[in-house]
């Protein structure tokens, strides 16, 4: 079992950065794969982001992709997602997810293949 804990978000001119955190609590492995994922109202849960916890390996949405970097800290067992040259278009409620075993292909940008969400953090951004 694992839980997860997202801080970080908040309200942000168009062009300025955030930086997202999600805590970890319980057994996590190389194996994991972890993402970020957000919902504006109305709309559905999309991908945003993932990384394979053991190698490092990275994953965006094509509209993020240069903007915003996942990253994750083993030590302290926390995931993050910088986010910088935000836009109003990126407003939406963040949500950390785990999955424990390694995703491949297109299974890693699907909500419904991770097992373990957060309680997810708002992102407004202003224009």
């Known amino acids: 079992q694992v839980q997860l804990v997202e801080s970080g978000g908040g309200l942000v001119q168009a062009g300025g950065s955030l930086r997202l955190s999600c805590a970890a609590s319980g057994r996590t492995s190389d194996s994991y794969t972890m993402g970020w994922f957000r919902q504006a109202p109305g709309k559905e849960r999309e991908f945003v982001a993932a990384?394979?916890?053991?190698?490092?390996?990275?994953y965006y949405t094509a509209s993020v992709k240069g903007r915003f970097f996942i990253s994750r800290d083993t030590a302290k067992n926390t995931l993050y997602l910088q986010m910088n040259n935000l836009k109003p278009e990126d407003t939406a409620v963040y949500y950390c997810?785990?999955?424990?075993?390694?995703?491949?292909?297109?299974?890693?940008?699907?909500?419904?293949?991770?097992?373990?969400w957060g309680q997810g953090t708002q992102v407004t951004v202003s224009s």
């Open positions: 997810a785990a999955e424990p075993s390694p995703l491949y292909s297109g299974r890693l940008y699907l909500p419904r293949e991770y097992d373990y």
């Open positions: 990384i394979r916890w053991g190698s490092g390996s990275t």
